[in-house]
């Protein structure tokens, strides 16, 4: 239920970070990370998820399939 | 350790300024002799300054006059055809005035790597210290860290007077850091002047905060003024939390660009446009573009060329887009000159560059070096000596070059322009050695006078005292369409083949005023074309050069 951020694709430029509306994302070691707790795909706050619109670099930010998809709770 | 690095840096930067005011003072590291003269100069007060301000305002800054009105460079006029707060704001700016770049000193702080749309000519994964382009930096800054470097950089380079923050993504797109960058300098160093250059997606919302915090040059990139000329340059926009693309990104941009252009002008923040020129794609339209940004009262257009090459990895560069040659470029300058000022000394620099237009000095500052250093000390009053003694280093600059005109006679008037390519390493003067050139500075000179209408980056010729025989070639074609070259030195070697590929060597002119020397030189040409002595021919195209930028250090 999350998205995550390949290292080494990110090139640590931060416009993800303030886009998040969950304040998943933080800098480490120069490239961002995307909380998986934090993280809801953006459901319920955009319709597209903020992290993947702003990214410069395509194919960065995805879905983590180490979790199920994020379901909306009531 | 960390005292040794501050004094070189230190002492490099002294180094620096006194070379350039070796004409006034002794070229011994003399602190007592220098504080002599700064006494001189403030002890007759006043008025001389204000004198001085007017002679430079009189001077025509850096063109010809004679092309329906105004010169090609950034500050043209004073009086005449520029309100005397306008020239206060611009005459020690090297972006908005081409006169001012031959002083003074710029620096970039990299707070803003954020960026909200994607340009087809930059790809942000791409980062490398040899790299001279915007968009590209080697470390970025806190703002704190930031406002460290501006006061360690002023106290080490007296002639910097303008810091600027360009990215490496959008200023606006970090707000926070910008804007707090900008804070923490009007404390600490209120007499640099403060710029910014944004794409405008997001001006409109920020004009007012501009204005407050005192910024008064504002470049906005603008490559198009019509929606299907930007589908092809902007594959999308970061819009209202989603990401917007084709046309309508397209129209939406320009759209926030020229309502942020409007107001701008109605907050009385001086605007600076900048346009990629893509030939094929936008290059006959930049003549619209020209005509949308003046009526709304941009103050001066800087039209670039594209920097475009497949190791960049951007679209363009991956599909093959070419730039322009210099002689297109020049073309399109040449045609929205008019009555709009246009900006031919842009060196399209680095979001973290430091120096003069032309040189990069941001190694002698990394973060490492800016860390290390415990504590800058603001040095406000040789930086003010400092920037006296440039004031009059231009003064009789301007005077020179009057003097050389009042000599071309009204018989000398005719239709013939040269091109002539210069080596200086500042200040107007003819004093770079041929094999020692990074870049070389263009000169067009006819009867009305002369103008800078360019440069040329060129790989250095002399690598460790030895003259490179691979790189002469393209040190040709980069001034190819040029009839002389200034030089304050050349060997015999690159000298003959210059005159063969029909480039006049001078070196006469040594350390003499680039435009006084330039008017003389043409002078004797149009003498020479009388007597037939020899043939007037129109020189062919040059190149603009692409690729890395090596620095000589």
């Known amino acids: ?74 | 350790m960390y005292l040794t690095d501050l004094k070189y840096i230190f002492i490099s930067g002294m180094v620096l300024a006194y070379k350039l005011v070796s004409d006034f003072i002794s070229a011994t590291f003399n602190q007592g002799r220098f504080m002599q003269v700064h006494t001189e100069q403030l002890n007759t007060g006043s008025e001389p300054l204000t004198a001085l301000l007017e002679k430079i305002a009189d001077h025509k800054g850096c063109g010809t006059s004679s092309e329906g009105g105004k010169s090609s460079c950034g500050s043209s006029g004073g009086p005449a055809d520029m309100a005397p707060e306008v020239w206060e704001k611009v005459k020690n700016h090297p972006c908005y005035s081409e006169e001012a770049h031959h002083h003074y000193a710029r620096m970039h702080v990299a707070v803003a790597p954020a960026c909200n749309i994607q340009c087809n000519y930059c790809n942000r994964k791409y980062d490398c210290a040899n790299e001279s382009r915007p968009g590209v930096v080697s470390e970025k800054l806190t703002p704190e860290q930031a406002a460290k470097k501006v006061l360690a950089v002023a106290s080490a380079i007296p002639q910097m007077t303008v810091l600027g923050i360009a990215g490496p993504g959008d200023p606006l797109a970090n707000p926070a850091k910008t804007f707090k960058t900008f804070e923490l300098i009007a404390k600490t160093a209120p007499d640099i002047k403060l710029c910014l250059s944004t794409n405008g997606l997001s001006l409109p919302e920020h004009v007012e905060t501009i204005k407050a915090f005192n910024v008064d040059h504002v470049t906005i990139t603008i490559n198009m003024v019509d929606p299907e000329v930007g589908q092809h340059i902007y594959p999308w926009i970061f819009w209202k939390n989603k990401r917007v693309t084709g046309i309508e990104a397209a129209r939406i941009l320009s759209e926030q660009q020229l309502l942020g252009l409007e107001m701008l002008t109605a907050a009385g923040v001086l605007a600076k446009i900048n346009s990629v020129m893509i030939p094929g794609i936008n290059d006959k339209h930049l003549v619209e573009v020209n005509k949308a940004v003046k009526s709304r009262g941009a103050f001066l257009h800087n039209i670039m060329p594209l920097i475009s090459a497949p190791e960049h990895g951007t679209v363009f560069g991956l599909n093959g887009q070419r730039g322009p040659s210099a002689q297109e470029l020049k073309a399109l300058q040449d045609s929205c000159e008019g009555d709009m000022n246009m900006m031919r000394h842009c060196r399209q620099c680095r979001a973290d560059a430091v120096g003069l237009l032309g040189e990069d000095r941001s190694a002698e500052f990394t973060t490492g070096k800016i860390d290390e250093m415990s504590e800058v000390v603001y040095d406000a009053a040789t930086r003010k000596a400092y920037q006296e003694l440039v004031e009059a280093e231009r003064m009789e600059k301007v005077a020179a070059k009057e003097a050389a005109m009042a000599g071309m006679a009204d018989a000398d008037v005719s239709d013939i322009k040269i091109l002539i390519a210069v080596a200086t390493k500042g200040q107007g003067r003819v004093n770079e050695h041929f094999g020692h050139v990074s870049e070389f500075q263009i000169y067009e000179v006819g009867s009305a006078g002369s103008k800078f209408v360019g440069h040329r980056r060129v790989d250095l010729y002399c690598q460790g005292g030895f003259g490179e025989e691979e790189t002469l070639p393209s040190v040709v074609r980069a001034i190819n369409d040029c009839h002389a070259v200034f030089v304050a030195k050349i060997g015999g070697c690159p000298r003959d083949e210059l005159k063969q590929a029909g480039i006049d060597p001078v070196d006469r002119f040594a350390h003499e005023f680039i435009e006084e020397s330039a008017i003389t030189y043409f002078k004797e040409y149009l003498e020479k074309v009388r007597s037939h002595e020899v043939d007037h021919v129109t020189r062919g195209d040059a190149d603009i050069r692409q690729g890395a930028y090596v620095s000589a250090a």
Do not use: L, W
């Open chain 1, 1 to 74: 239920m999350a998205y995550k951020i390949i290292a080494s694709q990110c090139t640590g430029c931060s416009a993800c970070e303030p886009e998040c509306p969950n304040v998943a994302i933080r800098e480490k070691n120069g490239v961002f990370i995307i909380d998986p707790k934090k993280c809801s795909e953006c459901i319920g706050y955009f319709d597209d998820p903020q992290c993947v619109a702003v990214c410069p670099v395509d194919v960065t930010c995805v879905i983590d399939n180490a979790y199920p998809r994020y379901v909306a709770t009531a």
